[in-house]
């Protein structure tokens, strides 16, 4: 079974407005982590934001913000007042067992997000 | 300045020979990841180390080696049993012990390989 799950495989987004991109993820593992990355055509990962499982807020980071919904196994990014330089892949991850866990983060398929001006 | 350094950028190779794609960080890390990516997709764990000297495989090692005898080098073999070694090959390390913060991934600029 898929661990990540992104089922969005292209959006489209006008200049200046949000987006959501979404991302749902399958556990039993109490502790884990969530992350977000931006891949550029030129092909490096960005780190762009974390959310642990036990944490009792949403991560934000500047644009980013990530909007945990536990129950529901779901960790989608919401990016505001997009920008042209959005324009890439993001990509959604996990890794199980805590910060020290063993294993390395495991990826979703990604989204392709298109800014339009 | 700190960080992870993949070369070549661009390989070509013929089939049936083995070629080495090479990842040094200068981050301290304790753990170093090697990632396989196609077109279109998401990245895929081929193996993962995270002490000098012992390596763990991933979820697609099969034709692909490995080795860790320095801290700061993790360089991987894609063998000529890799039946399908043409990918985008992404390099990353993360500190495991003694750091703030989520311990997020850090990535090289990674290595298109291309099998002729």
């Known amino acids: 079974a898929q661990k990540i799950t992104q089922t969005q495989p292209g959006m489209f987004v006008q200049e200046k407005e949000a987006v959501t991109l979404d991302c749902t993820y399958d556990?039993?593992?109490?502790?884990?982590?969530l992350f977000w990355y931006k891949q550029p055509s030129s092909g490096e990962m960005i780190f762009l934001i974390y959310q642990g499982s036990y944490d009792q807020q949403n991560a934000t980071e500047g644009r980013y913000s990530l909007n945990f919904q536990k129950a529901r196994k779901s960790a989608n990014l919401v990016i505001s007042a997009s920008q042209l330089g959005d324009s890439a892949m993001y990509f959604c991850a996990m890794r199980e067992g805590g910060y020290t866990g063993r294993r390395a983060l495991t990826f979703g398929s990604g989204t392709r997000l298109q800014v339009q001006p | 300045d700190g960080g992870i350094t993949q070369s070549p950028k661009y390989l070509f190779r013929k089939e049936g020979q083995n070629v080495t794609l090479s990842c040094e960080q200068n981050l301290n890390h304790d753990a170093m990841y090697w990632y396989r990516q196609d077109p279109g997709q998401g990245l895929r764990l081929i193996y993962y180390s995270q002490i000098v000297n012992d390596f763990q495989k991933g979820d697609i090692a099969e034709g692909y080696s490995v080795s860790r005898e320095k801290k700061e080098s993790f360089p991987l073999t894609v063998t000529s049993a890799q039946k399908n070694p043409t990918a985008f090959y992404l390099c990353?390390?993360?500190?495991?012990?003694?750091?703030?913060?989520?311990?997020?991934?850090?990535f090289g600029e990674g290595s298109r390989l291309t099998v002729l």
């Open positions: 990353a390390s993360r500190s495991i012990l003694g750091q703030a913060g989520p311990g997020e991934l850090f």
């Open positions: 556990t039993s593992d109490p502790s884990y982590g």
